[in-house]
C-alpha cells in the first residue's frame, strides 16, 4: 500500500498555482509528539513546522482569514495561537485539563476540554467536561459552558445560532443556545455508543452523528433532534464530513483503517478507502479535489483523490499526526468554508 502511494505521486496530482496574490494553499496537521506540520498543497510536502509551545497538540482550527492557527495541547491544559505568517507563537492561553476539540466561528473559538477525572463507584459524582469560549479580539476566555462527559466533537448549525457537541462518556448530544450557552436540548444514543463525530449537512437539514462502539452513525432531524436512521460503518467511526454539494458524506472509520463514502441522500455506502492506522480526521483540499487523511499510528499524511478514490501520495514524517485543517477553508472534520 505504501508504495503504491509513492508511486503514484505525480505532479499531475497538484492543483494549479494560486492565483497571483493569494497566499498559496496549505494544510495544518497536529503532531501529539512534534507540533504542527505544514504541507504546501501545491508541491504535497512537509515546508516547516511550528513550535505549539505546549506538549501534545491534538485539535487544531484556523481564523477566516488565515492569520492565527488555533492549538489545543493536551499535555500542558492550554491552547496556542500562532501567526501563520511567520510561524511565531502569538499567544498561549490557558484552558483546563486535556482540551481536544477547537472550532472558530464569527468572532469566538470553541474549546472542549476536561477539568476533572470521573468519580470511582462509591466516591464523587462524574465531573463533567467544560467548553472554554475564546474572543478572537482580545484573545480571553469569556466563560465556560458544562457540557456532558468526555464531550468530543463540536458543530453549529447552519445559521450559527446554535452549538451542538458530543458527549461520549455519557452518549449524548447536547445543543446549545450558541450566545448564552443555555442548553436547549439533550439527545440520548444508545447505551455504550459513544458518539464522537458530528457534522451538520450542507442543506441545513440534518446531523450526522458517529457512534465509534456501536459501528454506526445517527441521522438527526435538525428541526427536533429525532434519530431519524441508523447506518452501519466499518469499526470505530470518528470524524465525518460532507463534501461542499452535500452530495456525500465521509466517514473515517478509524478501526477498519478506512475511509467510508456514503451517498448523502439514499445512504448507500458507494466506496471504501483504504488509509493507514487510526485515521480519525481528514479534510478536503480548498479544490476540493482531494483528501488529506491524518493517520496517527501511520505517522503520516495520506492524500486520496476524492473523486476516484485513487491513493496519490503519503506524506511521511508527521508522528501520531491527529488533526487536518486547510486554508483556505475546506469542508472537513475540524473545520468548514
Not at 497538484?14 to 496537521?29: D, E, I, N
Not at 504542527?36 to 491534538?58: E, H, M, N, W
Not at 440534518?206 to 434519530?227: G, M, P
Request: charged share 25%; glycine share 10%.
Amino acid at each position: 500500500m505504501l508504495a503504491l502511494f509513492a508511486a503514484l505521486a505525480c505532479a499531475a496530482c497538484a492543483p494549479g498555482p494560486a492565483p497571483r496574490g493569494a497566499l498559496a494553499p496549505k494544510a495544518y496537521v497536529s503532531s501529539e509528539s512534534g507540533g504542527i506540520a505544514v504541507i504546501d498543497l501545491d508541491r504535497l510536502d512537509i515546508t516547516s513546522t511550528f513550535d505549539t509551545g505546549g506538549k501534545g497538540p491534538r485539535g487544531i482550527a484556523i481564523t477566516a482569514d488565515g492569520r492565527y492557527l488555533l492549538a489545543a495541547n493536551k499535555g500542558t491544559g492550554d491552547l496556542t495561537v500562532i501567526d501563520t505568517h511567520d510561524g511565531q507563537l502569538a499567544k498561549r492561553i490557558p484552558i483546563g485539563k486535556n482540551p481536544e476539540f477547537v472550532r472558530v466561528s464569527g468572532g469566538q473559538a470553541f474549546v472542549t476540554y476536561e477539568p476533572g477525572e470521573p468519580g470511582k463507584a462509591g466516591d464523587h459524582a462524574p465531573v463533567p467536561a467544560q467548553i472554554a469560549v475564546i474572543d478572537l479580539k482580545d484573545w480571553r476566555v469569556t466563560r465556560a459552558i458544562p457540557s456532558g462527559l468526555e464531550t468530543e466533537g463540536i458543530e453549529f448549525s447552519p445559521d450559527a445560532r446554535l452549538l451542538l457537541v458530543t458527549n461520549e462518556g455519557d452518549d449524548t448530544v447536547s445543543v446549545y443556545e450558541r450566545a448564552s450557552g443555555r442548553r436547549l436540548n439533550l439527545i440520548k444514543t444508545p447505551p455504550g455508543s459513544r458518539p464522537r463525530g458530528i457534522k451538520a449537512s450542507p442543506d441545513g437539514q440534518r446531523y450526522i452523528v458517529t457512534l465509534e462502539s456501536a459501528n454506526a452513525f445517527l441521522v438527526l432531524d435538525a428541526a427536533d433532534y429525532r434519530i431519524l436512521r441508523t447506518v452501519p460503518t466499518r469499526s470505530g467511526p470518528y470524524g465525518a464530513a460532507f463534501d461542499r454539494a452535500g452530495k456525500r458524506l465521509f466517514v473515517a472509520a478509524s478501526r477498519a483503517d478506512t475511509i467510508q463514502v456514503f451517498d448523502a441522500d439514499s445512504d448507500e455506502n458507494i466506496a471504501n478507502i483504504a488509509t493507514g492506522k487510526r485515521c480519525w480526521h481528514f479534510s478536503f483540499t480548498p479544490d476540493d479535489a482531494r483528501l488529506l487523511i491524518a493517520c496517527g499510528r501511520s505517522n503520516a499524511v495520506y492524500v486520496v483523490d476524492a473523486r476516484t478514490y485513487q491513493p496519490l501520495r503519503e506524506v511521511a514524517g508527521v508522528a501520531l499526526s491527529w488533526g487536518v485543517v486547510t486554508y483556505p477553508k475546506s469542508p472537513g472534520t475540524l473545520d468548514a468554508p
